[in-house]
């Protein structure tokens, strides 16, 4: 069965570090992978998303996201985080179904604490 | 609307009573999904419509659970006869097309006492 694995489940890190976030799919065919964030009372957004094309995508507040094919990965960084980017991480992998739809699958999440 | 939205917010129910959960998607998106997500994990599939065709089921944990979407716009989530395993959010999403950008709206937190 097709999984997403994250693998930091919670993250502590002073404003300005560099943040690197794992995630890892499993599933042979062609997949779009997302990065979905939940700040503290808001619901899931969009943070960058991978269809095709470049690799290194760029998203909204200055995230960016590799996809590296051979290695099932598509991690989020950032080079300095600020302290309004604690929230909560979710990396996404849709998957073609055998019955024809698309199944989006998420990882487990990280929390993020970012320390003024 | 601007979003999607979910109602009711919160909901508490007696073990063996039956809740229905409301989704609006935003106006225009075909495709629907319902989520459910427990306490620090990730959103868990459960169901998938385009228009009014429940295409995907496969994530619904039981017969007890039952969705719908008759006319292509709101969806109702039902659950029969709660147990306390079914305490969980459950989300909405609707999107354009699929694959593309999911738009959630803020869940339903369902506590079976």
């Known amino acids: 069965a097709q999984s997403v694995s994250q693998h930091n489940h919670h993250v502590i890190l002073s404003e300005a570090a560099s943040l690197e976030l794992g995630c890892n799919y499993s599933?042979?065919?062609?997949?779009?992978l997302f990065w979905y964030v939940q700040y503290p009372g808001q619901h899931l957004q969009l943070l960058l998303k991978?269809?095709?094309?470049?690799?290194l995508v760029k998203g909204i507040k200055g995230f960016e996201a590799e996809f590296i094919k051979s290695k099932f990965s598509f991690n989020l960084r950032k080079p300095s985080v600020q302290w309004s980017d604690t929230a909560e991480y979710f990396c996404a992998v849709t998957s073609l179904t055998t019955s024809g739809t698309y199944k989006y699958i998420f990882g487990t999440g990280t929390r993020l604490k970012v320390l003024a | 609307g601007a979003g999607v939205s979910q109602s009711p917010r919160y909901k508490v129910a007696k073990r063996g009573q039956d809740v229905a959960l409301r989704c609006d998607p935003i106006?225009?998106?075909?495709?629907l999904f319902w989520y459910q997500q427990a306490l620090g994990q990730g959103p868990e599939f459960l169901t998938y419509?385009?228009?009014?065709?429940?295409?995907?089921k496969s994530g619904l944990p039981s017969d007890r659970f039952f969705a719908e979407r008759p006319e292509g716009s709101v969806s109702t989530l039902k659950i029969q006869r709660t147990q306390q395993e079914d305490s969980a959010v459950y989300l909405c999403a609707s999107s354009l097309r699929v694959p593309d950008t999911q738009y959630f709206g803020p869940g339903t937190r369902l506590t079976v006492l």
């Open positions: 599933y042979g065919g062609t997949v779009n």
């Open positions: 991978y269809f095709s094309g470049d690799p």
């Open positions: 419509f385009q228009n009014e065709a429940q295409l995907d």
């Open positions: 106006s225009g998106h075909v495709s």
